[in-house]
């Protein structure tokens, strides 16, 4: 009798313990749609970052130092500078999707932009005029410039502010 007594207790005992222990187990497991918040998040924090890149790489100066226009006159170096550019917002372009709507708007104009001065200033050179010579525009552009030059940080600066309200 006292052996079926002490089973019948330990088997209570253990059947509480298991109940405790699933409850417990389910306030603290995200529902679906707690689940999917963080996913949206997750993606929405990498597409600002990868626009935070895009607009990064894009920027005049840093464009023209991180490409090599080795053997290249003026206006194919205009053309490297803007194909670039072109094929990096195209590989980019989806995450318009994750972003705000002004955002992806400034990201637009500062591709925008960028390839409008390179077109302007590649096009006061001649056929046969070295890349420096355009690199001396695109310099001497920035710094008479100021608010073109800076439009890549003001672009950095929303995307930024942007996605720091998801974390």
Do not use: C
Not at 18 to 23: A, D, F, P, R, S
Request: hydrophobic share 45%; glycine share 4%; charged share 20%.
């Amino acid at each position: 009798m006292i052996l079926e007594i002490v089973i019948v207790l330990s088997v209570l005992g253990a059947g509480i313990l298991i109940g405790y222990q699933l409850n417990k187990l389910k306030k603290n497991t995200p529902t679906a749609p707690a689940i999917l918040k963080q996913e949206n998040s997750s993606l929405q924090l990498q597409a600002y970052e990868r626009l935070i890149i895009f607009s990064n790489r894009i920027a005049l100066t840093q464009l023209i130092t991180r490409i090599d226009g080795t053997g290249l006159d003026a206006k194919g170096w205009q053309y490297l500078l803007t194909q670039t550019i072109r094929q990096e917002f195209e590989h980019n372009i989806t995450q318009q999707i994750y972003v705000s709507l002004d955002a992806w708007a400034a990201v637009q104009q500062l591709k925008e932009e960028t390839i409008l001065i390179i077109n302007q200033l590649g096009s006061t050179m001649e056929n046969n005029d070295d890349i420096s010579e355009l690199n001396k525009l695109i310099a001497y552009y920035i710094a008479n410039n100021p608010d073109k030059a800076t439009l890549s940080e003001n672009v950095l600066r929303i995307l930024n502010t942007e996605a720091k309200k998801i974390l």
